[in-house]
């Protein structure tokens, strides 16, 4: 999983960089990208926690930080080099930030 991240010292891009649909078209047509989308602004956000027998809603993302999670990208790769790879390329890699972190499924052993 890809989770495409902002970040306030993220650069502008270069010249040659690739723009986001040359991105999803590239891993796309190699049959890396699975699944992706944006996501709406922390404004939107609602973080939800249960306690005791208590539900506590509120407005605005789980945690304050200077950086958000914009987006998703779930690929399938060979190993986490080509993982990196990926992320490597996408655009926000230079003006936000990329985390690459594997699915762990619940029916896993370990």
Known sequence: MLFICT????????????DIEAWGADVDARGVWKHGDRL???????????????LLVTDGPFAETRETIAGYDVIECADLDEAIAVAAAHPMARAGRIEVRPVWPLDADD
Not at 40 to 54: F, I, L, Q, Y
């Open 40 to 54: 709406r602004p922390v404004e939107a956000a609602t973080t939800v926690r249960r306690r005791g027998d208590g």
């Open 7 to 18: 970040d306030p010292e993220g650069e502008e891009p270069r010249p040659g960089d690739v």
